[in-house]
């Protein structure tokens, strides 16, 4: 999510802890009015801030979305499954036929790859299904308001009004995310107003358009060309190590050339050397009994789109999908009776078989598919339990037909 990687995790984590005082709506258009001086202040005009402020109210949606994150961990495998899942990657040729041509034009220009920039959209928001139907400049001042996220808020809301006065959006369509990322790939507005392009030459800078995606998906090859991705670089490559792999080395502080690590016994899952893409570093994601990748510049380059490992490989592997590559070849530790991703997917079409909607088949063993699995469960005159495993499945494939 555009710039909304380590700025935006340490502005949300650090900018207040307290919140200043209750959420009310007379407090709020109290704030409203006394931030109207603040904007004034650096630069905003007094026509500009009154129109962008009007009908905005405090918007609880955003305080309860604020309040009830929670920290999770994902196995990277299970990510992965709903990062690249089939109907993903479907979507994602579909798109690659649809915008060829604008692809094709953005990826000559700015050298990244078209898959990869299609990957992020897909990543961010569905290809465009998905970009948020929040006001910004409400999502941002109440941010602000609430004292949780001020500083993050203030710095957010300053830059969104600079970019309504520029002319490139009007307020009423200046939506997104409760978190203020905005438009196919999900720009905050300081990463607009940094990276943004004017692909189409319209004279606006439009990463809302729904129609036309192409000044977002340009705006994004910038950023990653201006944050030094290596033009026909792979994000990284699966390898298979020596029994005698020193893994003090698999760590993304070490970095070797790939004839260095061929001297040291690793080789492509093949037993090929290791081909010449500059430097690398040995990266296991799942721990010694997973795959095995060594990762480039370019992994990085994601990982400054979005500072998390997982979100740079869910890029780069998806990416790899829409070209038509497979699966990693080494399986993932998924452990006793977890489901791959396919089984995931037969679950599902036979819940929906047996008239359990669950919705398209997505390989995301979310909330409404493990409401039918305790239904059906319950059915069978079971105790559910809320699981689909092997066991389940196997269950499963022998009841419905």
Request: glycine share 10%; proline share 4%; no cysteine.
């Amino acid at each position: 999510m555009k710039l909304l990687s380590a700025a935006l995790i340490l502005a949300l984590s650090f900018g207040g802890m307290q919140t200043a005082h209750a959420q009310t709506e007379a407090g709020f258009q109290a704030w409203v009015k006394q931030f109207r001086s603040t904007a004034l202040k650096n630069g905003v005009s007094a026509r500009v801030y009154d129109r962008a402020f009007r009908g905005v109210k405090l918007n609880e949606r955003v305080v309860r979305l604020d309040r009830k994150q929670a920290e999770f961990s994902r196995e990277i495998w299970d990510y992965l499954d709903t990062a690249t899942s089939p109907k993903r990657v479907k979507n994602g040729r579909a798109a690659l036929k649809k915008h060829g041509n604008v692809l094709r034009q953005i990826e000559r220009k700015y050298g990244v790859d078209k898959e990869v920039v299609l990957a992020v959209w897909g990543m961010e928001t569905g290809y465009g299904a998905n970009m948020g139907n929040i006001n910004i400049v409400e999502a941002l001042a109440t941010l602000a308001y609430d004292g949780r996220r001020e500083k993050f808020g203030r710095q957010q809301l300053l830059q969104a009004l600079k970019i309504i006065q520029n002319g490139d959006i009007t307020p009423n369509r200046m939506n997104g995310s409760w978190a203020g990322a905005m438009g196919h790939t999900q720009f905050i507005p300081t990463s607009y107003e940094a990276f943004a392009q004017d692909f189409d030459g319209d004279g606006k800078r439009n990463v809302w358009d729904e129609n036309d995606p192409s000044d977002a998906l340009a705006s994004t090859a910038n950023y990653f060309k201006r944050s030094g991705w290596v033009q026909n670089q792979p994000w990284g490559i699966e390898v298979k190590l020596p029994k005698d792999f020193y893994h003090g080395n698999a760590s993304l502080k070490v970095k070797a050339t790939p004839a260095r690590w061929t001297e040291l016994g690793v080789r492509t899952i093949n037993g090929n050397k290791i081909p010449n893409h500059g430097k690398g570093s040995v990266f296991l994601p799942a721990g010694s009994d997973g795959p095995a990748f060594i990762v480039f510049k370019n992994f990085g380059v994601i990982k400054r789109y979005n500072n998390a490992n997982s979100y740079a490989m869910g890029v780069g592997h998806l990416a790899g999908k829409i070209k038509g590559q497979g699966e990693f070849v080494k399986e993932w530790p998924r452990g006793p009776g977890a489901l791959k991703l396919a089984e995931k997917l037969a679950v599902q079409e036979l819940l929906n078989s047996a008239g359990y909607d669950v919705g398209e088949p997505d390989g995301i063993i979310g909330p409404k598919t493990l409401d039918a699995v305790n239904a059906i469960q319950a059915s069978w005159g079971q105790q559910p339990n809320s699981k689909a495993d092997q066991v389940f499945l196997k269950e499963l494939r022998k009841r419905v037909r």
